[in-house]
């Protein structure tokens, strides 16, 4: 038994004696932190019963090497020599919501500093602030009049995939133009209106539709197309229901319902506008923040 604490305490004591407390450290947290990444990516989604079947299968062929079941082993040796392929395949709605993140984080990086085009002009804040008072206006009436809307505004995502799949109008942004663009009986109403850098891109969009599962059943298509959207894009989506008049917000896959004319305008300014104000001069920057909905 001594020899054995003897043999333990040898090994712990190599251990450490080859660490390096700023290397090695650095290199655990970076696979911690990926770890924690991956977990937070599958958990909540399919993913997380496809991560149960791999472990599974693991388990499986652990017991087939200890009790030499050849044929079993030799298909499971198949199905993990080619693992990184299999993974890609199957989790290919996963790899590619990551991947998108990855490219919003280099996005709110340029734009802290101060590489993303326009963000110091002020012409392009007076732009966006005059296309979010057309929108809450044409919000307005279109709930007077019980139609819905779905509203995008493009953010550093570009939405070119978005956009080829509606109408090009590249029009200044008006409350009467949107609200007329959802009337029920116009033919570009059935679909999302994209508002790229202030103006009126496009319309009669198609919207990826959310994989989230926790979304309420009460919630139609036009919301899960906009969580939908949020979840492939930093946009920000504005969705009015027919059936209620409720004004909602998408962003980054959560929902904010029960917003009133002033706190869309200031929850939209908050979230568009801010970075854009912070870069100009003291003096040419607005007062007020954007207030928030209550999150569903």
Request: with cysteine; glycine share 8%; aromatic share 8%.
């Given at each position: 038994?001594?020899?054995?604490?003897?043999?333990?305490?040898?090994?712990?004591?190599?251990?450490?004696?080859?660490?390096?407390?700023?290397?090695?450290?650095?290199?655990?947290?970076?696979?911690?932190?990926?770890?924690?990444?991956?977990?937070?990516?599958?958990?909540?989604?399919?993913?997380?019963?496809?991560?149960?079947?791999?472990?599974?299968?693991?388990?499986?062929?652990?017991?087939?090497?200890?009790?030499?079941?050849?044929?079993?082993?030799?298909?499971?040796?198949?199905?993990?020599?080619?693992?990184?392929?299999?993974?890609?395949?199957?989790?290919?709605?996963?790899?590619?919501?990551?991947?998108?993140?990855?490219?919003?984080s280099r996005g709110g990086l340029l734009r802290i500093l101060g590489g993303?085009?326009?963000?110091?002009?002020?012409?392009?804040?007076?732009?966006?602030?005059?296309a979010i008072e057309a929108t809450a206006d044409a919000v307005e009436i279109?709930?007077?009049?019980?139609?819905?809307?779905?509203?995008?505004?493009?953010?550093?995502?570009?939405?070119?995939?978005?956009?080829?799949?509606?109408?090009?109008?590249?029009?200044?942004?008006?409350?009467?133009?949107?609200?007329?663009?959802?009337?029920?009986?116009?033919?570009?109403?059935?679909?999302?209106?994209?508002?790229?850098?202030?103006?009126?891109?496009?319309?009669?969009?198609?919207?990826?539709?959310?994989?989230?599962?926790?979304?309420?059943?009460?919630?139609?298509?036009?919301?899960?197309?906009?969580?939908?959207?949020?979840?492939?894009?930093?946009?920000?989506?504005?969705?009015?229901?027919?059936?209620?008049?409720?004004?909602?917000?998408?962003?980054?896959?959560?929902?904010?319902?029960?917003?009133?004319?002033?706190?869309?305008?200031?929850?939209?300014?908050?979230?568009?506008?801010?970075?854009?104000?912070?870069?100009?001069?003291?003096?040419?920057?607005?007062?007020?923040?954007?207030?928030?909905?209550?999150?569903?």
């Open positions: 038994m001594a020899a054995f604490f003897q043999t333990v305490w040898q090994s712990v004591t190599g251990f450490f004696s080859t660490f390096n407390w700023i290397i090695d450290t650095l290199d655990i947290l970076v696979v911690a932190l990926v770890v924690y990444f991956i977990i937070r990516l599958v958990r909540d989604s399919r993913a997380e019963q496809l991560l149960r079947g791999i472990l599974f299968l693991g388990v499986l062929y652990l017991v087939a090497y200890l009790f030499g079941l050849t044929t079993v082993s030799y298909l499971l040796n198949a199905v993990f020599d080619n693992g990184l392929l299999l993974l890609v395949v199957v989790f290919q709605p996963e790899v590619r919501r990551a991947l998108e993140q990855a490219g919003h993303f085009n326009n963000v110091n002009n002020a012409a392009y804040i007076d732009q966006w602030n005059k279109l709930q007077k009049q019980k139609m819905g809307a779905l509203i995008v505004m493009e953010r550093t995502t570009r939405l070119g995939e978005i956009v080829r799949s509606g109408t090009i109008m590249e029009a200044e942004p008006s409350a009467e133009l949107i609200s007329t663009v959802f009337f029920n009986k116009a033919p570009l109403h059935d679909g999302a209106m994209i508002i790229r850098e202030g103006k009126i891109y496009a319309a009669a969009c198609i919207l990826p539709l959310t994989e989230n599962l926790q979304i309420s059943r009460e919630l139609g298509t036009r919301h899960r197309a906009g969580v939908g959207m949020s979840e492939n894009s930093d946009a920000i989506v504005v969705i009015l229901s027919e059936e209620t008049g409720m004004v909602s917000l998408a962003e980054h896959g959560e929902l904010q319902r029960n917003f009133t004319r002033e706190t869309l305008v200031k929850a939209l300014s908050d979230r568009i506008l801010w970075s854009q104000e912070d870069a100009l001069p003291v003096g040419k920057r607005k007062k007020g923040r954007g207030n928030r909905g209550e999150k569903e």
